[in-house]
């Protein structure tokens, strides 16, 4: 499973569970969300190391691992902490009043899923997070 997939498929669990008004099913996404942010056991690199084995895993952190950096923390744990922060507050904190921003949320994650670009993450790499690995720009496959 690719990082794009998981994008998408979080981005529409968010949008159906928003659309059903399920608040214990969008506490499991955000503590999910958090935990992949935390412990850097993301869903999609586990299932990659399910289906290839550990040397693949290995190929994907040399390339990550990159000496350039500001911040030694990966832009695809920033994302899904910043992610789960922002439907932390919006829908459990400020639900009457920010009742947009978790839909929005939803929307570019799913939007990002799709299109295979996250602005989200361009910026945060241009920040100074470590890239993930894999080429975010417009012309990457």
Same mark, same amino acid.
């Given at each position: 499973m690719s990082e794009r997939i998981y994008r998408l498929? +979080?981005?529409? &669990? +968010?949008? &159906?569970?928003?659309?059903?008004? &399920?608040?214990?099913a969008m506490y499991v996404v955000i503590a999910v969300m958090v935990f992949e942010a +935390?412990?850097?056991w993301r869903i999609p690199l586990l299932v990659s190391r399910i289906r290839y084995g550990k040397t693949e895993m290995s190929k994907l952190a040399n390339r990550a691992s990159g000496g350039g950096n500001r911040f030694q923390f990966e832009a695809e744990r920033a994302l899904r902490l910043l992610f789960s922060s922002v439907l932390l507050v919006t829908y459990i904190l400020f639900n009457k009043n920010l009742w947009l921003f978790p839909w929005f949320a939803g929307f570019a994650l799913a939007v990002a899923g799709l299109s295979g670009i996250c602005p989200m993450l361009l910026f945060l790499e241009k920040l100074g997070f470590r890239s993930s690995g894999k080429s975010t720009t417009v012309g990457a496959a």
């Open positions: 498929l +979080v981005g529409l &669990s +968010v949008l &159906s569970i928003l659309y059903l008004d &399920s608040k214990p +935390v412990t850097n």
